[in-house]
């Protein structure tokens, strides 16, 4: 029922405690230059589809989750295996059915005849990168285990917690083609996700390479070997603590609380978006900052990431619907109407 792609300990990993971010990383050129280093290892192997290694990688070092919504066939499951070779994270692979119950993915207890007694296993979500494969085919009760994990970074099963180590990103796909048999999340549970990223078919000229890529036959597994490791978890936490201490002006929050407001007012929109997209676009922009070697955020982070932020955090108008307006053009006007402030 689910195919994870390396084995779980017997036994649910505790928390990496990495301390306090170390003072060399809160300059943020060394964290542009293990930017650049994750993007050009992963780009080895898996090639195009900028939006998505952006944009997880931004929601992974901001302690996010990312909603992922393409057709299938783009390479989801290799990004998610190359990503946790590339970062020394284990990964793994859910695929969600209309038969999935909570305890497929969170473990269960089981009983162990040499000691007489019930032992947790833990499930598949016991790892760092998770791919949650067509997460709108389960029922409401499956997706709220996940989304309750996901918030939480700990299970209960029987009133004892398990911790969940970190860093940990779920990212969680669905098909917009194909609609039967599939479960709408609804939009307390859209919210608890950073990003939600829309792929698109790649380019000629990547999709050239890929078939270059794949004509020499070689295992995908002798390829993934290949790979250098760049990073660890422990970096990766205490990096992202670091983030905290970009610099973010008054008027950029002024800007981005005017943003996430305005949402609540357009026409077209007949629900905005809640406070809660307001923090993942301050995360998410001093992440980007950090990651372009700044350790300042500028309205252009903001504005890069207000549709990923946004897009599944409003809901159309019944007449927006009607006339085919799309919600991205929509919030690209919002944005425009906005003034952006000289810092």
């Excluded at 860093?167 to 039967?180: G, R, Y």
């Excluded at 998410?284 to 207000?306: I, M, N, W």
């Excluded at 929509?330 to 810092?343: A, G, I, Q, T």
């Amino acid at each position: 029922m689910h195919e994870p792609e390396m084995p779980h300990s017997s036994e649910p990993p505790q928390d990496v405690d990495s301390g306090p971010p170390s003072p060399t990383h809160l300059g943020n050129q060394p964290a542009q230059a293990l930017f650049d280093r994750i993007t050009a290892e992963v780009g080895k192997i898996f090639i195009g589809q900028q939006e998505l290694v952006l944009g997880t990688l931004v929601a992974l070092f901001s302690s996010g989750h990312v909603l992922i919504e393409s057709v299938p066939g783009l390479g989801k499951t290799l990004f998610v295996r190359t990503l946790g070779r590339v970062l020394g994270c284990r990964f793994g692979r859910i695929q969600f059915t209309a038969d999935l119950m909570p305890s497929d993915i969170t473990g269960s207890p089981i009983f162990d005849m040499k000691t007489q007694e019930f032992r947790f296993r833990p499930g598949p979500i016991f790892t760092q990168l998770l791919l949650a494969d067509e997460i709108n085919r389960s029922p409401a009760k499956t997706h709220a285990a996940l989304l309750e994990i996901m918030q939480e970074y700990r299970v209960t099963v029987d009133r004892v917690s398990y911790k969940i180590e970190r860093p940990f990103l779920v990212m969680a796909t669905q098909n917009p083609i194909e609609s039967e048999g599939t479960y709408n999340l609804p939009e307390a549970q859209l919210d608890r996700f950073m990003f939600k990223l829309v792929l698109e078919y790649p380019s000629a000229e990547e999709e050239s390479n890929i078939l270059t890529m794949h004509s020499t036959r070689d295992d995908l597994d002798d390829q993934l070997a290949k790979l250098e490791t760049v990073t660890s978890p422990e970096e990766i936490l205490a990096i992202g603590r670091g983030f905290g201490q970009v610099r973010v002006d008054p008027k950029l929050v002024a800007f981005i609380n005017r943003i996430v407001r305005l949402t609540r007012e357009w026409p077209h929109f007949h629900m905005g978006a809640s406070p809660r997209a307001g923090i993942a676009l301050m995360q998410g922009a001093c992440t980007l900052a950090a990651f372009r070697g700044r350790d300042y955020a500028v309205p252009d982070d903001v504005v890069e990431l207000v549709l990923p932020v946004l897009r599944h955090r409003v809901i159309l108008s019944a007449e927006a619907e009607v006339e085919g307006q799309q919600v991205d053009d929509l919030l690209r006007s919002l944005v425009n109407s906005v003034e952006v402030p000289r810092l």
